[in-house]
T-cell receptor, first 113, second 113 residues
Framework: GAGVSQSPRYKVAKRGQDVALRCDPI?????LFWYQQALGQGPEFLTY????????KSGLPSDRFFAERPEGSVSTLKIQRTQQEDSAVYLC???????????FGSGTRLTVV | QQQVKQSPQSLIVQKGGISIINCAYE??????FPWYQQFPGKGPALLIA?????SEKKEGRFTISFNKSAKQFSLHIMDSQPGDSATYFC????????????FGKGTRLHILP
């Protein structure tokens, strides 16, 4: 596609529920990133893939967060046993290769109730 | 420790005026300094970026000024228009090491018609 596509756009989860957020990067983009953006804040880095390899997961806030990109294209961010503090917009971005600027998707707004 | 500090938090400018947003960074390994523009409900979009080997970069009405010794950089929006009303994020990355981009907390800009 022309841009980075994320789904769903909105997700409401009950506390304790597991959620899965999907990211379709721009075709051919090698690098893929996940960011978390709390209300009124800047995006904060979660994790980074180069093709299917997860090269950096230092930003994942707890072991309840897990990301994968098994075939080097689509990526899924999974959050287990959601908590209220997980409520945020989750942004996915991709870039052609290292050293190029990111293109962000519109994000998934997760609300945990 | 906040690696990229941005000010002001919010800014109101008359149409036709100059909008100025400032950022400071700590990590001397940073070698790429982008600015992102974000509209409500959308992901951040790359506006303009600079590398530390130049002191200024201009693209249309947008100019980045960079002061390497002071570890500061700023965005100037000339002839500000109501359509420029958005949240602006400065950011920094050590592209020679990884592609992780560290964002500032953002400046909410409102241009009065």
């Amino acid at each position: 596609g022309a841009g980075v596509s994320q789904s769903p756009r909105y997700k409401v989860a009950k506390r304790g529920q597991d959620v899965a957020l999907r990211c379709d990067p721009i075709s051919g983009h090698v690098s893929l990133f996940w960011y978390q953006q709390a209300l009124g804040q800047g995006p904060e880095f979660l994790t980074y893939f180069q093709n299917e390899a997860q090269l950096d997961k230092s930003g994942l806030p707890s072991d309840r967060f897990f990301a994968e990109r098994p075939e080097g294209s689509v990526s899924t961010l999974k959050i287990q046993r959601t908590q209220q503090e997980d409520s945020a917009v989750y942004l996915c971005a991709s870039s052609l290769t290292r050293g190029h600027g990111y293109t962000f998707g519109s994000g998934t707004r997760l609300t945990v109730v | 420790q906040q690696q990229v500090k941005q000010s002001p938090q919010s800014l109101i400018v008359q149409k036709g005026g100059i909008s100025i947003i400032n950022c400071a960074y700590e990590n001397t390994a940073f070698d790429y300094f982008p600015w992102y523009q974000q509209f409500p409900g959308k992901g951040p979009a790359l506006l303009i970026a600079i590398r530390p080997d130049v002191s200024e970069k201009k693209e249309g009405r947008f100019t980045i000024s960079f002061n390497k010794s002071a570890k500061q950089f700023s965005l100037h929006i000339m002839d500000s228009q109501p359509g420029d009303s958005a949240t602006y994020f400065c950011a920094a990355s050590a592209m020679n090491r990884d592609d992780k981009i560290i964002f500032g907390k953002g400046t909410r800009l409102h241009i009065l018609p």
